[in-house]
Every structure is written in C-alpha cells, then in structure tokens.
C-alpha cells in the first residue's frame, strides 16, 4: 500500500495551494482519510479528514475556514486545498489512511491511520 503526497511548494502569504493525494494497493473508501502536518520542532497536527458514510469532513480549528478537504473514492485521491495561507502554514503535510472506519473521537487521532505518505513540503513566506 502507497499514499503518495503532491502538490507542496513555496509560495507567499496569501497564496493558495492545492494538496494530492493518490492512495494505491488498496481503497480507504470504507475507511477514511486525512491530512496532517509538522512543522519543524513541533509534534504532528491534525488538519482534516473524511470518513466513509460521512456528510462531513472534519477540520482542525487552525484551518477551519480556510483549508477545504475533499476525496475521489472512485479515483482513491485526498485533496487539499488551502486558501490564504500563512507563515504558520509552514510545515511537511502528510495524508493518512484508515482501512477501518474510526470512531468520531479518534478521526483527529495519528494512531486512527495505518498508512502514511511520504510528505509534501509547504512553505510560506511572509
């Protein structure tokens, strides 16, 4: 199984991009996805994920509004697209993979995803 992360780069504060993420070797349709990131010093952060059988996507307060999630079951593709980006947006951001659907409590939980991505770099400047 491979997530395989795209789409970072440098960018200016203000700026958008848009995250890929392409999952092979097996579907998360039923389970879910998610994005994470750390930034240098600091630990993991949840940033947003989609469960199976979900409306909703879930979002970290730090980007609510202005990071948007979304999936292509059909494609096995995570995206994320993140609009007026900051300094602070500063991180490697990794999409995640759940075979098993986690519970609500655990979505925003590292140890909820069995597969991890490689990391895509995102840098802003100010």
């Known amino acids: 199984v491979q997530l395989q992360a795209s789409g970072g780069g440098s960018v200016q504060a203000g700026d958008s991009l848009r995250l890929s993420c392409a999952a092979s070797?097996?579907?998360?349709?039923?389970?879910?996805m998610a994005w994470f990131r750390q930034a240098p010093g600091k630990e993991r952060e949840f940033l947003a994920a989609?469960?199976?059988?979900?409306?909703?996507?879930y979002y970290a307060d730090s980007v609510k509004g202005r990071f948007a999630m979304s999936r292509d079951n059909a494609k096995n593709m995570a995206y994320l697209q993140m609009n007026s980006l900051k300094p602070e947006d500063t991180a490697l951001y990794y999409c995640?993979?759940?075979?098993?659907?986690?519970?609500?409590?655990?979505?925003?939980?590292?140890?909820?995803?069995?597969?991890w991505g490689q990391g895509t770099q995102v840098t802003v400047s100010s």
């Open positions: 995640a993979g759940a075979v098993s659907r986690p519970i609500t409590s655990n979505l925003r939980n590292q140890a909820a995803y069995t597969y």
């Open positions: 070797g097996r579907t998360f349709s039923s389970g879910a």
């Open positions: 989609i469960r199976w059988g979900d409306t909703k996507t």
